[in-house]
């Protein structure tokens, strides 16, 4: 059984930083990861994906060029890096995990998901 505790969130003005980390517990080498938000009122979207490796990522439009996805297997934990942060960022960011290994930006296919960590970006 894979567990995931997202952390790293909070209030922050616009422009400003955050980091989230996400640490698993179980046997997550080999899985992909996956970063995912939710605003009230919206569905689910996807933010980030990175392969089992490292070697492979993707992120969505909306973050491209301002978040970046980073792993570290030695302590099982993914990283979400957030800069130049909007109001329309706000939400709460999940983590989730992926047996399948390779790049995945649908919610669907993820098998493990965190708790969530609140991120709110004041204007």
């Known amino acids: 059984q894979v567990q995931l505790v997202e952390s790293g969130g909070g209030l922050v003005q616009a422009g400003g930083s955050l980091r989230l980390s996400c640490a698993a517990s179980?046997?997550?080498?080999?899985?992909?990861m996956g970063w995912f938000r939710q605003a009230p009122g919206k569905e689910r979207e996807f933010v980030a994906t990175?392969?089992?490796?490292?070697?492979?990522?993707s992120y969505a439009d909306s973050v491209q060029g301002r978040f970046t996805i980073s792993r570290d297997n030695a302590k099982s934990t993914v990283f979400l890096q957030m800069n130049s942060l909007k109001p329309e960022d706000t939400a709460v960011y999940y983590c989730?995990?992926?047996?399948?290994?390779?790049?995945?930006?649908?919610?669907?296919?993820?098998?493990?998901w965190g708790q969530g960590t609140q991120v709110t970006v004041s204007s």
């Open positions: 989730a995990a992926a047996r399948i290994g390779q790049l995945l930006r649908s919610p669907a296919g993820y098998n493990y």
């Open positions: 179980g046997r997550t080498l080999t899985y992909a």
């Open positions: 990175i392969s089992w490796g490292g070697g492979a990522i």
